[in-house]
């Protein structure tokens, strides 16, 4: 079946520094939301893309959408404390089902 | 109003129990989900209503058996559980189920369930 391969499962950063998770498939893309989970929290929506190489920001936190949508990845600049959790991505298809990647926990030392 | 309940937050059951976990939006959210997610991984779907009706039950055991009274809540009710079953029971919605433009999930804090 499909399948959203995400990368890296874990990684720890000191604050300040920058973050990279991806999302890769070896089939086209629908669309690829992204979603944050805080620890002991429930998933949380961030954003949604849709077009070949979307680009999107949300302050610290830039989204991409790879020019043939099978790649998609989450950078967040300057890490802080509160970016803590695990960052999951999820295909939409047309479908009712999310399919969703494994996630990557993120551990950010003061 | 841009948020999904879940009532209990915790339930602590025994295998010969029966209980109901509880979820309600006032989004006017269209389909609304159950899923299961154990600790480290992400939630595994079980259930979608979408316009009050099932339309997907991702072979769940009848254990666990869905209902939706109208538009805005969502119950689980469950039956003779397994130890295996303890996990974080997470309600999400959706304005849509069928329009991946229109299939973002917004999600309760969800049901954390331990069963003994």
């Known amino acids: 079946g499909q399948q959203v391969m995400q990368i890296p499962q874990y990684q720890h950063v000191q604050e300040g520094e920058d973050f990279t998770t991806y999302c890769n498939s070896s089939?086209?893309?629908?669309?690829i939301q992204w979603y944050k989970q805080r620890p002991g929290g429930h998933p949380v929506f961030l954003i949604q893309?849709?077009?070949s190489g979307e680009v999107k920001k949300q302050k610290r936190l830039t989204f991409q959408f790879g020019e043939a949508k099978k790649n998609s990845s989450l950078h967040i600049t300057a890490t802080q404390t509160t970016d803590v959790g695990t960052y999951f991505c999820?295909?939409?298809?047309?479908?009712?089902?999310?399919?969703w990647g494994l996630g990557t926990s993120l551990g950010v030392n003061p | 109003d841009t948020e999904v309940t879940q009532t209990p937050k915790h339930l602590v059951m025994g295998m010969t129990n029966k209980k109901s976990l509880k979820c309600e939006q006032h989004m006017g959210h269209r389909a609304m989900y159950w899923y299961k997610q154990k600790a480290k991984k992400p939630p595994e779907l079980m259930f979608v209503?979408?316009?009050?009706?099932?339309?997907i039950n991702e072979s769940v055991p009848s254990r666990f058996s869905p209902e939706c009274p109208n538009s805005s809540l969502l119950n689980l009710h469950l039956h003779a559980l397994q130890p295996e079953d303890s996990a974080l029971y997470l309600c999400a919605s959706s304005r849509s189920a069928g329009q991946p433009r229109h299939n973002e999930q917004f999600f309760g804090p969800g049901t954390r369930l331990t069963v003994l």
């Open positions: 893309l849709v077009k």
């Open positions: 999820a295909e939409g298809g047309n479908n009712r089902k999310l399919i």
């Open positions: 089939t086209t893309l629908s669309n």
């Open positions: 209503y979408s316009y009050e009706k099932l339309s």
